[in-house]
């Protein structure tokens, strides 16, 4: 059995990167999932009963839903999707019609209240 | 640049009809909801180079229409490799779509090299099409890599080989200067002739990367190509009169 | 809207109490338990309007390699691309209640799925898409804005980013229309004109047929996964569309519609609901052709659905 103090002990030094779960957290019903955090256990039973303790002592909540992080495809943020990308892409959005119908002397664009940009 | 104009007009035509070409396949189910919804942004991107390219010769919003739409076909200076429809064969879509970005590729880097004071320009497309090529390397990779995916890939080489002959030709004092076409079609073999390794599609490709390889040779127009400039331009052209169509 | 913090979750098997739950406003997620009955009448309404979805794409489909201008191309192709996508968000909900997208299109090949009045039908001329576009993409905002009430989660999010994409769509098809009636040729515009006459008996009967006495008694306001009947949301309807028309110089073509202010109700012409149910059975201009087409692409590509990455 390896001590502590050993060089090389496969218990000394942070542990691997698989035991990270993230937490996400429904707190109402109509509401949707929102990053809480992460915890670190050794499987995802510990890690259901640890994202609790830490994250939700003190609130009412629906849902929790813990993932293994080496689970997570992540998509990193694109600052050109931001700046260039969007502004090819107006042509697809519903504010690129207004300017244009004003112009022609189209009275009374309708709003929309709904999904109107 | 001289003769750049007629290089950038080529360049505007072949990314219009690609454009036009992924729209087909947009009107079918499918293969599956997702890939056709990936389709549809390719599409529009090149629908936009298409564009953003014609910007640069043809400022006159109304001129660039005419000159997508109103232009007959012969008038086109499009390689082979976009006059065809192959939408109904999804393998050899694939491999059309993934020798043309490749293409692509090899273009971008020249022209980039070659003609500085556009970086806008350039830097957009060189973004846009690395992720199509990694798109259609994908799907390239997927059916090679299935039994019935690989068989029809092969399968679809012979056709799509036909057309690649003019890949990168301009005519004698319609190209620039620093314009080697014989130059480009080497470097777009030697990448294709890598990744179909890294694939595990080796001998089968062999002459269809050979041709690659060969210098450009001027073709004339494929059948197929008056059908699909005829489809794309019968509404315009219905009533000359017309200010506009909406 | 009530949340579940509020008002307490039915035990699973318990109907009686899930049924109290949904009509005080509670909310029902995928994952859920439910009443079977709930479950099948949810996976109906989402698998209509999913394959209405997927089949409407086709009338535009069918257009978008001659679009006339360069500009609507790109976005009459981000119009499909989001109707698509629609199909495919509705048929991810479905899925999740039991149903398989590959069920949804077979059923409706084999003729065992109805496909909704609209998409029975197809543009015969290039002015009639931005008015035929007006009235559908109107009439589905009108119509989900009530749907966005209902008691299914996973549906009304679903709804959420539909309803903003539709908002695209109308704007698009406005100003397409109005382009056309403000600088069209008389042939341009009297392509629109026809469209409108083509279109609006359609899009009226698209809300499906008037209330009978026993509409709330339905399965589909009984579990709140609808909340308006037919009839209110038509009303609904005529009320947004009338005035958009007439900024266009439209005029609905029913001598017999208009508001009346005492009953706070439209008067219209009712459809022929005996030839609506007769094109909702096949009998449609396009009811053949469109299957067709959806037939032939789907055969033709089913091999590409099985491919798998190589282990």
């Known amino acids: 059995m390896p001590t502590s103090g050993t060089v090389g002990c496969a218990m000394s030094g942070p542990p691997p990167e698989a035991g990270i779960y993230e937490v996400f957290i429904r707190f109402r019903r109509e509401q949707p999932f929102q990053h809480a955090g992460s915890v670190r256990a050794a499987d995802a039973e510990l890690a259901r009963r640890y994202a609790q303790d830490v994250f939700l002592r003190r609130d009412r909540y629906l849902e929790v839903w813990v993932v293994p992080r080496e689970c997570i495809v992540k998509v990193e943020r694109d600052p050109w999707l931001d700046g260039v990308k969007f502004r090819q892409t107006e042509y697809r959005r519903p504010s690129y019609f207004t300017p244009r119908l004003r112009a022609r002397g189209f009275q009374k664009v309708p709003a929309l209240s709904v999904g109107e940009e | 640049m001289v003769g750049l104009r007629a290089f950038l007009s080529a360049w505007a035509d072949e990314e219009w009809l690609f454009g036009q070409l992924l729209v087909y396949r947009v009107g079918f189910y499918g293969p599956d909801l997702e890939e056709n919804i990936a389709l549809a942004s390719l599409a529009q991107d090149e629908l936009g180079h298409a564009g953003l390219l014609a910007d640069l010769f043809l400022p006159d919003q109304k001129a660039r229409e005419r000159h997508f739409l109103g232009r007959p076909a012969e008038e086109f200076s499009?390689?082979?490799?976009?006059?065809?429809?192959?939408?109904?064969?999804?393998?050899?879509?694939?491999?059309?779509?993934?020798?043309?970005e490749e293409a692509e590729a090899v273009r971008l880097d020249w022209f980039g090299r070659a003609a500085s004071g556009m970086p806008d320009l350039v830097g957009l497309m060189r973004r846009e099409e690395a992720e199509h090529l990694a798109h259609w390397r994908h799907w390239v990779r997927l059916l090679a890599g299935?039994?019935?995916?690989?068989?029809?890939?092969?399968?679809?080489?012979?056709?799509?080989?036909?057309?690649?002959?003019?890949?990168?030709?301009?005519?004698e004092g319609g190209r620039p200067q620093a314009f080697d076409g014989a130059e480009l079609r080497t470097a777009w073999a030697a990448r294709v002739r890598a990744f179909f390794r890294e694939v595990g599609l080796g001998p089968e490709l062999d002459p269809l990367v050979g041709r690659l390889g060969r210098?450009?040779?001027?073709a004339g127009k494929h059948p197929d190509f008056f059908r699909v400039v005829e489809t794309m331009q019968s509404v315009y052209r219905s009533e000359p009169e017309a200010v506009t169509w909406g | 809207m009530v949340s579940a913090v509020e008002v307490r979750l039915p035990a699973p098997g318990d109907v009686e109490a899930f049924a109290a739950y949904v009509a005080a406003g509670g909310l029902v997620d995928a994952g859920d338990w439910m009443p079977e009955e709930y479950?099948?009448?949810?996976?109906?309404?989402?698998?209509?309007?999913?394959?209405?979805?997927?089949?409407?794409?086709?009338?535009?489909?069918?257009?978008?390699?001659?679009?006339?201008?360069?500009?609507?191309?790109?976005?009459?192709?981000?119009?499909?691309?989001?109707?698509?996508?629609?199909?495919?968000?509705?048929?991810?909900?479905?899925?999740?209640?039991?149903?398989?997208?590959?069920?949804?299109?077979?059923?409706?090949?084999?003729?065992?799925?109805?496909?909704?009045?609209?998409?029975?039908?197809?543009?015969?001329?290039?002015?009639?898409?931005?008015?035929?576009?007006?009235?559908?993409?109107?009439?589905?905002?009108?119509?989900?804005?009530?749907?966005?009430?209902?008691?299914?989660?996973?549906?009304?999010?679903?709804?959420?980013?539909?309803m903003r994409e539709e908002s695209f769509h109308f704007y698009n098809a406005l100003d397409w229309t109005h382009e056309l009636m403000t600088a069209g040729t008389p042939r341009q515009k009297a392509e629109v004109e026809a469209g409108l006459v083509k279109w609006w008996p359609i899009i009226v009967a698209y809300f499906g047929p008037p209330?009978?006495?026993?509409?709330h008694t339905q399965p589909a306001m009984r579990w709140r996964l609808k909340v308006n009947t037919n009839d209110e949301v038509r009303q609904a309807w005529f009320s947004f569309i009338v005035p958009v028309l007439q900024g266009l110089g439209?005029?609905?073509?029913?001598?017999?519609?208009?508001?009346?202010?005492?009953?706070?109700?439209?008067?219209?012409?009712?459809?022929?609901?005996?030839?609506?149910?007769?094109?909702?059975?096949?009998?449609?201009?396009?009811?053949?052709?469109?299957?067709?087409?959806?037939?032939?692409?789907?055969e033709r590509d089913g091999w590409v659905r099985h491919v798998r990455a190589a282990a």
């Open chain 3, 39 to 162: 479950r099948a009448e949810a996976v109906r309404i989402v698998s209509f309007q999913a394959l209405a979805e997927v089949i409407g794409t086709l009338l535009f489909a069918e257009w978008l390699p001659r679009i006339a201008s360069v500009h609507r191309k790109r976005i009459l192709t981000a119009k499909v691309q989001d109707e698509t996508g629609h199909g495919h968000i509705l048929m991810r909900v479905a899925e999740d209640l039991g149903l398989t997208r590959e069920q949804i299109m077979e059923e409706y090949l084999a003729g065992r799925r109805k496909l909704l009045n609209a998409f029975h039908y197809g543009f015969d001329a290039y002015c009639e898409l931005p008015i035929g576009a007006l009235l559908q993409n109107s009439a589905a905002i009108v119509q989900f804005r009530s749907l966005v009430k209902g008691s299914y989660l996973p549906y009304v999010r679903a709804l959420r980013k539909i």
């Open chain 2, 78 to 100: 499009a390689c082979r490799l976009v006059q065809v429809d192959l939408a109904e064969d999804w393998a050899a879509f694939v491999l059309r779509n993934y020798l043309y």
């Open chain 3, 211 to 215: 209330d009978a006495a026993s509409v």
């Open chain 2, 215 to 218: 210098p450009p040779e001027a």
């Open chain 3, 250 to 298: 439209l005029t609905p073509p029913d001598p017999k519609l208009r508001h009346d202010p005492e009953l706070g109700r439209w008067e219209y012409t009712e459809p022929d609901w005996a030839e609506v149910r007769a094109v909702i059975n096949g009998a449609g201009p396009r009811s053949a052709y469109w299957k067709e087409l959806i037939r032939r692409a789907y």
């Open chain 2, 146 to 171: 299935d039994g019935e995916g690989r068989r029809r890939l092969i399968a679809a080489a012979g056709g799509v080989a036909e057309l690649v002959g003019d890949v990168f030709y301009l005519p």
